[in-house]
């Protein structure tokens, strides 16, 4: 079978696993309330080919239910050898049309962190498997806080953010009120992965809406540390594929939106 192997993680992705994050996308998309085709394709980002392919065989397979041109998940069968993925930090999806593209991007880094997880525990030995009495204790938590400074239009985005997991985790993220509605909260979606030491954040607006203009904050995010002298997070353009962008309400990138970011220790 072909195959691809990720040349930061050694990750292989064949066509199975292919297969199997497509299908989480979809069912992802589909569990809250029926989506059209064209409504998969902007949140999937699949090939039209390719999407066309998948809806088919979930039909097939009872995964999805198709009514008036609509596919809705049936919310009974599971697919694939461990009964799909299920993305840690995702406890909630847009409803709005225009999904994020960072749905996609955190559903990669939870693949790719499960496979890394479960590689790991094949090749060691037993005798070193750490109990939960030999597990480090904390040190203590320190607090970095995500600022937007003068941005245009601000309708969604996302952050990268690397650190050493020799040295911190990530202990809990939540968000600023920065895209906050009259209407409605700002939410945060976020993912860790704790052995490669990388945090992946999003958030966004809903429905057919302005943006936000001026600065503040975005997300603010609690990490433990192991050792003193630690080294603070920082955010990166890009990791083995998981980005930092920043867009409009027209879903077009912000120029320079790495630029328009900082991120610093609270208090």
Not at 65 to 76: H, L, R, V
Request: hydrophobic share 35%.
């Amino acid at each position: 079978m072909p195959q691809i192997t990720c040349p930061n993680c050694g990750t292989t992705i064949n066509l199975e696993n292919r297969r199997e994050l497509d299908y989480t996308l979809i069912k992802n998309a589909t569990d809250k309330r029926a989506r059209t085709f064209t409504e998969l394709l902007h949140i999937t980002k699949l090939s039209r080919k390719t999407l066309n392919s998948r809806l088919k065989e979930m039909c097939a397979e009872g995964i999805l239910m198709k009514s008036e041109g609509m596919y809705k998940s049936n919310g009974t069968t599971e697919f694939g050898n461990n009964g799909g993925h299920k993305l840690n930090g995702l406890s909630r999806v847009f409803d709005d049309k225009r999904m994020r593209t960072g749905l996609m991007l955190v559903a990669l880094l939870v693949t790719f962190s499960l496979s890394g997880y479960v590689l790991a525990m094949m090749v060691q030995p037993f005798t070193s498997v750490r109990t939960a009495s030999t597990e480090p204790k904390p040190l203590g938590t320190f607090t970095m806080t995500l600022y937007v400074n003068n941005v245009n239009d601000l309708y969604s985005w996302q952050a990268a953010i690397v650190f050493n997991p020799t040295q911190i985790t990530v202990a809990n993220a939540s968000a600023g009120n920065f895209l906050s509605l009259e209407s409605a909260p700002p939410y945060l979606e976020y993912s860790n992965d704790t052995a490669r030491g990388l945090v992946l954040l999003s958030g966004s607006l809903e429905g057919n809406i302005a943006g936000k203009s001026g600065s503040g904050t975005l997300a603010t995010i609690v990490f433990e540390y192991y050792a003193n002298g630690y080294d603070l997070p920082r955010i990166v353009s890009n990791d083995a594929g998981f980005g930092t962008w920043l867009e409009d309400s027209t879903l077009s990138n912000i120029p320079g939106g790495q630029a328009l970011l900082t991120l610093s220790p609270t208090g």
